[in-house]
């Protein structure tokens, strides 16, 4: 059996009814903290050998979560002027105007889960609309005319 002290001197405190909240918080918070300490390590192993560790310092925390995971704030004007239209569609077409108008009426949850339905994202990249990327590298938003009226969709 091997002995772990959970604050200094805990090997000679006996747990009693007055202290045994604080021996059972230390023994949870212990056993978690145990049980991904090898994980998290070899998360940030695997983090820092594809970001240079001098580049993340300049970074607080929020930002750094801003520059990994895209912003889910979505600011509609940088949609617009960032979504391109195939297909005989145009920016004035009567129904990219139903769709804006529409996206539009969306509060911010909605918008996301329709950008995450069409990209299969749901954040935006920091730099915005313009740095919206696919599987294969860069790729604007895109609205485009596909089939005919009287097939259904497929």
Not at 124 to 129: D, N
């Amino acid at each position: 059996i091997t002995e772990r002290e959970l604050k200094p001197g805990g090997a000679n405190i006996p747990v009693t009814e007055k202290n045994k909240k604080e021996y059972i918080e230390r023994m949870v918070k212990w056993r978690i903290e145990r049980g991904v300490v090898q994980q998290t390590e070899s998360l940030v192993r695997g983090f820092y050998e594809v970001v240079d560790a001098r580049l993340v310092s300049v970074f607080d925390a929020r930002e750094l979560e801003l520059v990994i995971a895209g912003t889910a704030e979505i600011d509609l004007s940088d949609w617009r002027n960032n979504t391109e239209y195939r297909g005989g569609y145009h920016d004035n077409h009567i129904v990219i105007r139903w769709f804006w108008a529409a996206v539009e009426r969306f509060n911010n949850e909605q918008r996301l889960r329709l950008l995450q339905f069409v990209t299969g994202t749901s954040s935006i990249p920091y730099e915005g609309f313009a740095s919206l990327r696919g599987s294969n590298g860069p790729r604007r938003f895109c609205v485009e005319k596909w089939g005919k009226i009287t097939a259904l969709p497929r």
